[in-house]
């Protein structure tokens, strides 16, 4: 069973997880818990939205239920990976790379970086575009292989996956829309209101 799977448990062991002493405590050493666990904390005091999916089908009905809750429009979403596209036909239209104002782009990303709870991402998700020029909400697809403890390593894993030409317009996204205005480690920065779909596939 997978650390993370652990953590969150399948629907059956929801209960025992909110009773479980460790999950309550929030003063564990954060250096001694697996990777995991140590991205769930950080990526949270970033103010990111997670849902752990168990398969695709959950991936599914969870993006659909952000879409709903926050009025978005399927034929309204920025995509530019191509295979993502084709990985989920719902969200393809023709235009999805000419809209003047998406509702949200979706994307996925290169790794989870633990100790600072962000996510590594680069042109393979959003061409040559700065964060700035991207819509304001994001939706990032991710799986539970992806995880790293640092950014280095995360640069590491980029240049083993790229065989022929790595990719530029590397970046993190670390600083996600909270309701509180007043963080000033985020001043200046292009916040984000971020959901990650963590699919499970350990």
């Known amino acids: 069973m997978s650390l993370f799977r652990k953590i969150f448990g399948s629907k059956k062991e929801e209960s025992e997880k909110e009773s ?61 990976n191509s295979h993502l596209k084709e990985k989920f036909k719902s969200l393809k239209s023709d235009s999805s790379q000419k809209l003047d104002a998406p509702d949200f782009l979706f994307t996925t990303c290169e790794s989870l970086i633990a100790n600072d709870g962000s996510l590594l991402i680069s042109s393979n998700q959003i061409a040559e575009k700065k964060l700035v020029e991207l819509p304001e909400n994001f939706i990032v697809f991710a799986t539970t292989s992806q995880f790293v403890n640092t950014i280095s390593e995360g640069l590491q894993g980029i240049k083993a996956k790229s065989k022929t030409k790595i990719p530029s317009n590397i970046t993190t996204i670390k600083h996600f829309k909270t309701n509180n205005t007043n963080n000033f480690l985020s001043y200046g920065s292009s916040t984000k209101n971020l959901y990650l779909l963590l699919l499970e596939n350990l």
């Open 20 to 80: 479980d002493p460790k999950n309550q405590n929030p003063y564990l050493d954060v250096d001694k818990l697996p990777v995991d666990e140590v991205f769930t904390i950080n990526f949270n005091k970033n103010g990111g939205k997670f849902l752990y999916c168990e398969n695709i089908d959950e991936v599914h009905t969870f993006l659909d239920k952000i879409i709903e809750e926050n009025n978005w429009n399927k034929k309204n979403a920025l995509i530019l």
